[in-house]
């Protein structure tokens, strides 16, 4: 009999990164779960270079651990001609091994070659696990979990692959037949996917020293030109026209979340010179902004692209992934700024008609109930990763400021919890800038510093929200029953007045719009 396909348990397709030279392709190549199954011991380091401890199993015994999975390695592969492989089950796309001079040829593969790959190794996994069996093919769906170029392979297997539907040429160069493929030549297909989770992926490419990496053609023997912003619109299928980083109507926005990374000091990469070319606001290779794909939700956790103190092999990167996969609720959350009072000698400058110009830093961390290192959110002033905001463009703006995207998860709740409500907090602090009056800087009459720091602890419940600030009610409470307003898509709307007094100077007032809908559909 074949396996069930019980929704939302659909098996994981996991992909690894970027490999630049041969070596690192045959290292690659020779690890079965090619990353997934590192953990870590490390936490970050603090000002001293010291790590701080923190054992992470890895991503691959979590979903093991917590949620029944199963690796789908058997008898020294994935042979399971003999009985069909559970559902519940994690899988690794290894595309590098055909370019390993061990495992394959030694020669480069193109991302289409990859993409094209992905699609077979997708239904060689259907195959195993549904057999001929009608409607569990009908029902059968992956995850696909990336990290860095992997996440790429994911878009091009999306967005050129299933969308344009492939040609006799391009199943040669990749090696494969369109019988392998389940599909017809020339036409659209299916992908077979139902969500994707990226880590640091560099959804609008790679840059150093400000400057986006060339694709040098046949003189790019390690293949850096997959992260040139014109070589990824060919194997993406973009126009010229068409912003990089978008997955233009190829697959639901809603449904591919990107996870982005912030602490580019722990990054030890290419001998520590990729994090000094990329700075602040990025993991050490990526720059944030780099980092997700248009309107899809994403989060930022403290941790560098790779490596001991790696995005993948983390404790904030699983509770990502875990609640995005199979959560209950998704919550997002903007801010809407309605005023930021002035220190009262900058106001002064202002009403002289001076130009008054800065930056304003806006502190968002948020945590499950008593989670550890801010497990759904954190991006902070003191770390490098503070959203900014011009004070010049505030005001301006039509849309609300997006702060984050996280999911809450019923099973993750203690069993013997009695409180059925999920809580989570979410800290915010708004950062006085340094002006400029008449494009000089500007000291006088005020200190720099946090014009408003509070934390809100929100209680999602079936049919209520309720919520609290830790300065008026206390740390975990929120004992307040929010309005809530039902939208027409059957999401609840709350929107809770923040900040300061009105005559407080420098100031900060406004209101957070929380979004609440059901996940798991």
């Known amino acids: 009999m074949p396996a069930t396909i019980t929704h939302p348990y659909y098996?994981?397709?996991?992909?690894?990164?970027?490999?630049?030279?041969?070596?690192?392709?045959?290292?690659?190549?020779?690890?079965?779960?090619?990353?997934f199954n590192l953990g870590s011991a490390m936490l970050r380091q603090d000002s001293k270079g010291a790590a701080q401890a923190f054992i992470f199993e890895s991503p691959l015994l979590r979903l093991i651990k917590d949620h029944d999975y199963v690796d789908a390695f058997q008898n020294g592969g994935i042979d399971y001609s003999s009985k069909p492989a559970p559902s519940r089950s994690i899988w690794i796309y290894r595309y590098y091994e055909s370019v390993s001079q061990s495992l394959g040829n030694g020669k480069r593969r193109s991302m289409e070659d990859f993409a094209v790959g992905l699609r077979a190794f997708i239904i060689q996994v259907r195959n195993a696990i549904c057999g001929a069996d009608a409607k569990a093919r009908k029902d059968f769906r992956v995850y696909l979990v990336a990290h860095s170029m992997g996440g790429l392979i994911c878009r091009t297997y999306l967005q050129n692959t299933c969308a344009r539907g492939l040609k006799q040429a391009q199943l040669d160069s990749a090696g494969h037949t369109s019988a392998e493929l389940d599909i017809a030549l020339g036409k659209p297909f299916e992908p077979l996917v139902d969500k994707v989770f990226t880590y640091g992926t560099p959804h609008n490419g790679i840059d150093m020293l400000g400057f986006n990496v060339p694709d040098l053609g046949a003189l790019d023997r390690m293949q850096i030109g997959n992260f040139d912003r014109e070589r990824m619109r060919s194997y993406l299928g973009l126009s010229k026209a068409q912003a990089v980083?978008?997955?233009?109507?190829?697959?639901?926005?809603?449904?591919?979340?990107?996870?982005?990374?912030?602490?580019?000091?722990?990054?030890?990469?290419?001998?520590?010179?990729?994090?000094?070319?990329?700075?602040?606001?990025?993991?050490?290779?990526?720059?944030?902004?780099?980092?997700?794909?248009?309107?899809?939700?994403?989060?930022?956790?403290?941790?560098?692209?790779?490596?001991?103190?790696?995005?993948?092999?983390?404790?904030?990167?699983?509770?990502?992934?875990?609640?995005?996969?199979?959560?209950?609720?998704?919550?997002?959350?903007?801010?809407?700024?309605?005023?930021?009072?002035?220190?009262t000698t900058i106001q002064e400058k202002k009403d002289q008609g001076k130009t008054i110009a800065g930056v304003y830093h806006f502190d968002v961390c948020a945590r499950v109930r008593n989670g550890p290192n801010y497990s759904l959110h954190e991006r902070r002033y003191d770390q490098s990763s503070a959203l900014m905001e011009k004070y010049d463009e505030i005001k301006e703006r039509k849309k609300p400021i997006y702060l984050f995207t996280g999911y809450l998860l019923k099973d993750a709740k203690g069993k013997d919890c009695p409180d059925k409500a999920l809580v989570f907090t979410l800290d915010l602090g708004v950062h006085v800038p340094a002006f400029e009056v008449d494009n000089k800087f500007w000291f006088d009459g005020y200190a720099q510093g946090f014009s408003?720091?509070?934390?809100?602890?929100?209680?999602?419940?079936?049919?209520s929200v309720s919520y609290g600030f830790t300065s008026k009610h206390g740390?975990?409470?929120?004992?307040?029953?929010?309005?809530?307003?039902?939208?027409?898509?059957?999401?609840?709307?709350?929107?809770?007045?923040?900040?300061?007094?009105?005559?407080?100077?420098?100031?900060?007032i406004g209101t957070l719009r929380i979004v609440v809908e059901g996940w798991g559909g």
């Open 11 to 35: 098996p994981i397709i996991y992909l690894r990164g970027f490999a630049a030279s041969m070596s690192e392709i045959e290292a690659t190549t020779a690890d079965p779960y090619m990353g």
């Open 245 to 343: 980083n978008s997955l233009y109507e190829s697959f639901p926005p809603s449904r591919f979340f990107c996870l982005i990374g912030s602490n580019y000091r722990d990054y030890e990469a290419f001998f520590g010179l990729s994090k000094k070319g990329t700075g602040p606001c990025s993991d050490g290779l990526v720059m944030m902004e780099n980092a997700y794909v248009q309107g899809a939700p994403r989060a930022v956790i403290y941790r560098s692209h790779s490596g001991p103190y790696g995005i993948v092999n983390s404790e904030a990167g699983y509770q990502n992934l875990r609640r995005f996969l199979f959560g209950d609720y998704q919550v997002t959350i903007t801010l809407e700024i309605d005023d930021l009072p002035l220190p």
């Open 452 to 463: 408003y720091r509070d934390t809100l602890t929100f209680a999602i419940r079936d049919k």
């Open 475 to 508: 740390q975990l409470c929120a004992d307040v029953q929010a309005e809530v307003k039902p939208l027409a898509d059957g999401s609840r709307e709350i929107r809770i007045p923040i900040g300061t007094a009105a005559d407080i100077r420098p100031g900060f």
